[in-house]
C-alpha cells in the first residue's frame, strides 16, 4: 500500500474502534429475531435468493465488523468465514459466536486490503457496507470475485452515490460549523438529522452513536455510482443476478429483448431514475401507494378483470352476439379504467414533481449559505424545511452477482 493508503486505513480504524457502526445488540433474543427476520426478508423477498442457497455453502465476508451477518447466515446453514481489521470488532464476534454456540463460524482479524483470498474457492462471497470505506472500492470487488466459483454468487452491500447525498450534506454542515469534538458532533447530529438517525435506527436496529461514528466522525465515506457497478460487472464477467432496491421495466409484454443494446441502455435509464429519487424521495414506497389505495374504489384491478371476464365470455360464443346490456358494460368498464390510469399517475406525478423541485431548490440554497463566511446555525435553520425530514437519503443498497 501506498502512504495515502495507508493513511486512510490508519484513520477508519481509529474512527471505527471509538464505536462500531455494525454492531447490533443481538445479545438480545427479541432483537436477534427480528434482525434474523430482516435478512431472511432482504434475501427471499426483496433479492429472491431463498435462504436455502446459503445451506452447506462456503462464505467469506470481507469486512464482517461485529459479526452478526456472519452469524445469521450461519443459521441459514452457511460456513462462513469473516475477516475484519478491527480486533475489537473480531473480539465481539468471537463472544457473539460463543453465546449461541455456533461452530460453523470463525473470524480472523487481518486487513482486508492486503488479505491474500483463496481463489476460486466460496461459493458465496459477500461485503455489506464496508466498500464506502476502504481506499480502493474496485480492489475489494476483485477480492470479491477471485475469491468466488464459477457459477457462485458475490453479495455487495453498498452506499450509491446517489443515496449518500444527504449524509454528505449532513457532514458538511458540521464542517462548516468547524465542530471538531465528537461530543459536540453526537450532540447536533442528533438535533438537527434526528428524522434520519432514527429512521437508521428503525430499519438498520444499530445505536445512534454507531450511525453517527459511521458517516459524521469518520470521514472516510465514498459512493458507488451504478455506471461504476455495470463497469464492473462487464469487467469481471458478471451477470447481476437481482438488486435492492429494483429498477425494472414495470410492464413487459414480450418474453424478452432481442435488442441487446436497447436492454443495456433501458436498464442504464432505469438505474439513473432511481438514483434520483433515491435523493429527493421524502415519502416511502408504502407511503405513496397507500395514498393511491387507501379506498377500495381506487382499485384498477376489479374493472380490468371484469373487462377481460366479459371480453372472453363474449368471443367464446359460437356466434359472438353482443348484447346491449354487455355493451354498456363494456364501456363502463372501459371509461373506469381510463379513469384510474390518470389518477394513478397523477398521485405518483405529484409526489416526484413536487419533491424534486423543492428538494432540488434547497440543496442549492444550502450550498450557497454553507459557502459564507458568515454561515451559522441559525441561518440554516432558515434554510431547512424539507431536507433531513422524511424518508430522503437513500441507505444500503444491494446487489448479488452471479459470475460466469
Not at 491474500?116 to 480502493?136: E, L, M, P, R, T
Request: proline share 2%; aromatic share 12%.
Amino acid at each position: 500500500m501506498n502512504k495515502k493508503e495507508i493513511k486512510w486505513q490508519k484513520q477508519v480504524l481509529k474512527d471505527f474502534k471509538k464505536k462500531s457502526p455494525s454492531k447490533i445488540k443481538i445479545e438480545s433474543k427479541k432483537i436477534f429475531k427480528k434482525y434474523l427476520v430482516n435478512h431472511k426478508n432482504l434475501f427471499e423477498n426483496n433479492l429472491k435468493f431463498p435462504i436455502e442457497m446459503f445451506d452447506k455453502k462456503k462464505v467469506l465476508d470481507l469486512g464482517c465488523g461485529t459479526g452478526e451477518v456472519d452469524i445469521v447466515l450461519s443459521s441459514f446453514g452457511a460456513k462462513c468465514l469473516g475477516v475484519d481489521f478491527n480486533d475489537i470488532s473480531i473480539d465481539r464476534a468471537n463472544k457473539l459466536k460463543k453465546k449461541y454456540k455456533i461452530k460453523n463460524v470463525n473470524f480472523k482479524k487481518s486487513n482486508i486490503e492486503d488479505y491474500k483470498v483463496k481463489k476460486n474457492f466460496y461459493d458465496i462471497s459477500i461485503s455489506f457496507g464496508v466498500i464506502a470505506h476502504v481506499y480502493s472500492p474496485e480492489n475489494l470487488f476483485k477480492k470479491l470475485v477471485q475469491s468466488t466459483k464459477k457459477n457462485g454468487y458475490i453479495i455487495l452491500g453498498y452506499v450509491e452515490d446517489a443515496g449518500l447525498i444527504q449524509r454528505l450534506l449532513h457532514r458538511a454542515i458540521i464542517r462548516k460549523l468547524k465542530i471538531s469534538d465528537d461530543k459536540k458532533v453526537f450532540s447536533f447530529a442528533k438535533k438537527l438529522f434526528k428524522e434520519h438517525i432514527a429512521r437508521s435506527i428503525k430499519f438498520g436496529l444499530r445505536s445512534e452513536e454507531g450511525i453517527i461514528n459511521d458517516y459524521l466522525i469518520n470521514q472516510a465515506y465514498v459512493g458507488n455510482s451504478m455506471r461504476q457497478i455495470r463497469g464492473w460487472e462487464k469487467k469481471y464477467k458478471l451477470k447481476i443476478y437481482s438488486k435492492c432496491p429494483d429498477a425494472s421495466i414495470p410492464f413487459r409484454i414480450d418474453p424478452g429483448f432481442q435488442n441487446h443494446e436497447l436492454r443495456a441502455n433501458i436498464k442504464d435509464e432505469l438505474f439513473a431514475i432511481s438514483a434520483l429519487r433515491s435523493i429527493f424521495a421524502q415519502k416511502s414506497d408504502e407511503t405513496i401507494f397507500y395514498k393511491m389505495f387507501k379506498k377500495k374504489g381506487n382499485f384498477i384491478s376489479p374493472d380490468i378483470n371484469k373487462f377481460v371476464v366479459l371480453l372472453t365470455k363474449i368471443l367464446q360464443r359460437k356466434n359472438n352476439s353482443l348484447k346491449n346490456k354487455e355493451l354498456g358494460k363494456l364501456k363502463k368498464f372501459r371509461t373506469n379504467i381510463s379513469k384510474k390510469i390518470l389518477a394513478q399517475s397523477e398521485v405518483i406525478k405529484n409526489f416526484s414533481n413536487k419533491n424534486y423541485d423543492l428538494l432540488s431548490d434547497e440543496i442549492i440554497n444550502i450550498l450557497i449559505q454553507i459557502s459564507k463566511e458568515n454561515f451559522s446555525f441559525k441561518t440554516l435553520g432558515n434554510k431547512v424545511k424539507f431536507l433531513f425530514r422524511g424518508y430522503n437519503g437513500l441507505g444500503t443498497t444491494y446487489i448479488i452477482f452471479k459470475k460466469k
